[in-house]
């Protein structure tokens, strides 16, 4: 493609300065001008109002009304597509998790954070589950798909497209998910030697929570003799660290049938039945009224409060209520892991409504680690709206 007949979008004055600073997002509010009609998903050049060259990403009619892909001007075919996701994959080998024998699942693109806005990829065990939140992502799939081809070879298996829940309504419905390259492949994982169960077709986001990989590692080397609580436990990952690192007894709990009965089949993948563990469909909330006094651990692990700024201060109280119960209901001397993936919720705001539910609750409370996502979701110092995951290990007296 020539960039000569790229569409051109010229911003305000003085609305280029985020770009300078390689902030990868333009919003509408920024732009004065637009040359060249581009439609939902077209590749653009973002000049500032001094006609100046700020950086070539994908158009979208919406707030985020350009997602920055180069810096530099670039012919947007399959090398450039090949090349960033090289890049991705050799951090990645840097890592040291793309040929590890005891983890063979992993993130392979984050978004903003691999220069890749809008673009998601999971590496599931020779299956790739790509996710595209963008409609300029989701019409390069096919080029996409092609360079996880040319990179692993004949060790991938499939490449299964999830986007159908992560894109525009307006886009998402002329779409469906399914297979790009291969078909139905091998859903069994390892994760530091633990055995995972995966339904990228019908479970949550690309199947599996990869995020919290180093936080159940976590759970698992301070779990040994305790009685451990995993609330919102989904496919039972935390359960499962917790049973390895030799806990006397477990109790996994979520307020879906669905995800209960998969975390009952990985328990039962790494135990052969022989775990003392208990599975509960219930609402945690009420699970932790009822449970004060007995675990040694408790882990609060739930789905984002807030999706959206609108929803923030709901979302903080929601945090607060959680750990009030979870930091009430814990036994004295024990841990409470807890955490928040609510992107709108920064690390501070989240840090003050644990803070206020230990006043509630009245207990001594000491912040033994602040905690993350892994490096296979790496942050760009230029977006730090990438840093979604937040957690505490909390010791409570």
Same mark, same amino acid.
């Given at each position: ?141 096919? %080029?996409?798909?092609? &360079?996880? #081809? ?10 299964? !497209?999830?986007?159908? =829940? @992560? ?100 328990? %039962?993948?790494?135990? &052969?039945? #022989? ?10 909330? !009420?699970?932790?009224? =009822? @449970? ?106």
């Amino acid at each position: 493609m020539n960039n000569a007949i790229l569409p051109n979008i010229i911003l305000a004055s003085g609305k280029e300065q985020s770009l300078r600073r390689f902030h990868p997002w333009v919003f509408s509010g920024a732009i004065k001008k637009i040359n060249g009609n581009p439609k939902d998903g077209d590749m653009v050049e973002v000049f500032s109002s001094q006609s100046q060259y700020l950086g070539t990403g994908h158009y979208q009619n919406g707030s985020i009304a350009v997602r920055i892909v180069s810096f530099t001007r670039i012919e947007p075919g399959r090398q450039f597509w090949q090349s960033k996701i090289r890049d991705a994959y050799n951090y990645r080998a840097m890592l040291g998790i793309t040929d590890n024998e005891r983890t063979n699942v992993y993130r392979l693109v984050y978004g903003e954070g691999d220069g890749l806005p809008g673009l998601i990829i999971d590496y599931y065990n020779g299956s790739a589950v790509f996710q595209a939140h963008s409609i300029g992502m989701h019409r390069e799939r096919e %080029a996409i798909a092609g &360079a996880l #081809k040319e990179i692993y070879g004949d060790k991938l298996k499939s490449v299964y !497209d999830k986007s159908h =829940e @992560s894109i525009a309504e307006r886009y998402a419905g002329h779409i469906s998910n399914g297979y790009i390259f291969g078909n139905d492949a091998e859903k069994q994982v390892r994760e530091n030697g633990n055995l995972f169960s995966i339904d990228w077709e019908e479970g949550q986001k690309t199947g599996f929570f990869i995020d919290q990989r180093e936080n159940r590692k976590l759970v698992g080397e301070f779990a040994g003799g305790k009685k451990v609580l995993d609330c919102f436990c989904y496919a039972g990952g935390f359960s499962v660290y917790a049973l390895k690192g030799g806990a006397s007894e477990v109790h996994s709990v979520d307020s879906s049938r669905t995800a209960i009965e998969l975390a009952d089949r990985n328990i %039962a993948l790494n135990f &052969a039945g #022989k775990a003392n563990q208990t599975s509960r469909v219930a609402d945690a909330f !009420d699970y932790l009224k =009822e @449970s004060r006094g007995e675990f040694d651990i408790i882990v609060t692990d739930p789905p984002a409060f807030a999706k959206h700024r609108d929803a923030k201060h709901s979302a903080i109280m929601g945090y607060k209520r959680l750990n009030a119960l979870a930091i009430s209901a814990v036994k004295p001397g024990g841990l409470v892991f807890t955490f928040s993936c609510s992107q709108v919720v920064d690390r501070n705001l989240f840090n003050g409504a644990v803070t206020a539910a230990a006043l509630e609750a009245g207990r001594n409370v000491r912040i033994m680690h602040r905690l993350s996502q892994p490096p296979d979701h790496p942050v760009s110092i230029f977006h730090p709206e990438g840093e979604y995951l937040k957690g505490l290990m909390l010791f409570v007296e």
